[in-house]
């Protein structure tokens, strides 16, 4: 028995370990920014080491694997070498972990973004690094990283290694048994748990102060994070097709106009302004726009007090591609996204930064788990006063699967905007219909003979819960002074079985109502074809704010700008206008799928193109 404490209690000691390794590395990194921290409170700052366990826990399950094997060895078969194995595979970590947190205090002093691999390309030229640094700093570097390294080793003999295990040869089935259910176990720390969505950095994120979200997240699970997912796809632009020159110049001439003029749809400049981001839903949900009567009826009835665009195409595939380009004005990516990748997105501007600089209140609200595509962390980067999610919620709250009711979470909302302070710009997030499409069943079921029947049940169900939404909001006297927008994120797959790649499977819903609409616009439709990216600018220019900075971005109400809108598929590009389209393969150079005359759609692949270069060589420099 005493044996067997031995084994456990030297296992749970290299896990304390290295969260103690872990802890001082962020010790360090806040003490290096301490200027950064003087308006911060000192419990919450001490949230930084609470908020950061669970990435911490992630990154000691990958270094615990061969420690857990060499302990389990030496403790079935006694062999004495094994404590060798530990200490120079201890030692070379805990080397390498010194250089990466005193690499990622260096880096985030100088550009104020972690250690990644876009960091890692400059050690190519190890001479142009020291000769950037001073003497000083070079010794500095060294003595620091030695004196982490050994000190931290000297700890690791002196209290980690000793007692030393013994040999338990009578239970060595145990053992092995015990081995592949450890194994697993770590497996699940890694991953972050048994959830749906894998661990990212989002999970550390919780405050306001970008600093703490950043020391929070452990530099050596984020730099082998980046390696993995990005360092092929940040050495070179994929998609060259022409001179860059040529890229830019036919770029910019899709974004000129003759005029800035805008058709003024709202009544004053100072409007509460919610957006209510409905999950996959596809233009095929709505009887004016093509699709099939009863499954959106409250929907139908809105329009009648609003402004239906009947030509709104989703940018992307995902909800993280969809919020990024609504918020950001910027193109989703091929293979990648930006919100993955937070020293990119943090470059950019969002409609939530503009509204806060001129005095309107900022709220985000989904019902679900905003670590799924790191959400969480990119809207904390895009300056949300205030974000809502699942945990904001009561236990006791009904919910599905994947997240609360949308019947809940539009009830918190207006809930929440009665006490809210105006001006405010809100986006409330749906998340009903999405799979597993578990909605509550209170409306009248669909029992159509279509395979995708419970998808069309929950757009029924939240297609109640918005006109129960709707029904409250207009008693409130804020009401008169808000201007609603309804948008889906993304399309999604219907009874109309359209292929990925047309123009039909990218068309979506975008409805405009409220009390602050011009009540001439009501029950009307607008025609112009139009996507996510741009929402930004058109939404700026109503409240005469300036909107350079949104250059992906047209505003919808200027008659001059030009008409067209791009989707990013897998491996490319699809381009659509008015009258003709066509889906790019970039990778491949091919076009996978086209509609128009010769004429327009050699000139569209040519856009095409042209457009996938410049975005993809924006996204590197980011």
């Known amino acids: 028995m005493a044996t067997m404490k031995r084994y456990f209690f030297s296992l749970v000691k290299h896990f304390l370990f290295w969260f103690l390794v872990f802890a001082v590395g962020r010790l360090l990194f806040l003490l290096a920014n301490i200027p950064a921290l003087t308006n911060i409170n000192f419990w919450h700052l001490l949230s930084t080491f609470t908020h950061a366990l669970k990435l911490d826990l992630s990154t000691i399950c990958y270094l615990m694997v061969l420690p857990f094997l060499c302990l389990t060895l030496q403790s079935a078969f006694k062999i004495l070498w094994m404590r060798y194995i530990l200490k120079a595979y201890t030692l070379l970590f805990l080397l390498i972990t010194s250089i990466i947190i005193l690499s990622d205090i260096s880096i985030y002093s100088e550009w104020s973004y972690k250690l990644n691999y876009k960091a890692l390309v400059y050690l190519q030229h190890p001479s142009e690094i020291i000769k950037t640094a001073t003497n000083f700093q070079l010794i500095i570097s060294i003595v620091s990283i030695s004196a982490i390294t050994f000190l931290s080793f000297w700890i690791y003999q002196k209290w980690i290694l000793r007692p030393l295990v013994e040999c338990w040869k009578r239970l060595r089935g145990l053992l092995a048994i015990f081995w592949i259910i450890g194994n697993g176990l770590l497996l699940i720390g890694m991953r972050g748990g048994i959830g749906e969505t894998p661990i990212s950095q989002s999970d550390c994120f919780f405050s306001q102060h970008q600093i703490l979200n950043d020391a929070a997240v452990n530099p050596s699970w984020n730099l082998l994070h980046s390696c993995l ?81 009947t030509n709104m195409y989703s940018n992307g595939h995902r909800s993280q591609q969809g919020i990024s380009a609504l918020l950001s004005g910027f193109p989703p990516v091929p293979i990648t996204s930006i919100t993955d990748n937070f020293e990119k997105f943090s470059q950019l501007n969002s409609l939530a930064n503009n509204m806060n600089d001129i005095g309107y209140s900022t709220s985000f609200y989904f019902a679900g788990d905003l670590n799924y595509g790191n959400l969480k962390a990119y809207l904390l980067s895009m300056k949300f006063n205030n974000i809502i999610d699942y945990k904001c919620f009561p236990k006791s709250t009904p919910r599905g699967k994947l997240s609360i009711f949308d019947q809940e979470m539009l009830q918190r909302h207006h809930h929440d905007m009665n006490l809210q302070q105006q001006p405010f710009f809100s986006v409330a997030f749906t998340a009903s219909t999405h799979s597993p499409y578990d909605e509550p069943k209170i409306v009248e079921q669909l029992d159509w003979d279509i395979i995708e029947l419970p998808y069309l049940n929950a757009a029924k169900y939240t297609d109640f819960c918005l006109g129960e939404y709707f029904e409250k909001v207009k008693q409130e006297p804020w009401y008169r002074n808000t201007l609603f927008i309804l948008v889906a994120d993304h399309s999604h797959v219907t009874y109309n079985n359209w292929d990925y790649h047309t123009r039909e499977y990218q068309h979506i819903p975008m409805l405009w109502l409220g009390g602050a609409l011009n009540d001439s616009l009501k029950g009307c439709h607008y025609d112009k074809l139009c996507s996510h990216l741009d929402l930004p600018k058109t939404i700026l220019h109503q409240l005469n704010i300036n909107a350079t900075d949104y250059v992906w971005s047209n505003d919808i109400f200027n008659p001059n700008t030009q008409e067209f809108a791009m989707v990013e598929h897998t491996k490319g590009i699809a381009w659509i206008r008015k009258n003709h389209y066509l889906s790019y393969n970039g990778f491949e150079k091919k076009i996978i799928t086209e509609k128009g005359s010769n004429d327009s759609l050699n000139n569209d692949e040519e856009q095409a193109k042209a457009f996938l270069q410049l975005l993809y060589d924006t996204y590197l420099k980011y």
């Open 229 to 309: 997912n990005f360092s092929q796809l940040n050495k070179e632009n994929p998609f060259v097709f022409m001179d860059d020159e040529k890229a830019k110049s036919i770029v910019d001439s899709l974004y000129m106009t003759s005029s800035d003029s805008c058709i003024k749809v709202v009544k004053t400049d100072s409007v509460n302004i919610v957006v209510v981001l409905l999950e996959s839903w596809s233009a095929d949900l709505v009887e004016s726009l093509g699709g099939r009567p009863g499954i959106t009826p409250y929907f139908k009835e809105l329009e009648k007090e609003g402004l239906l665009f």
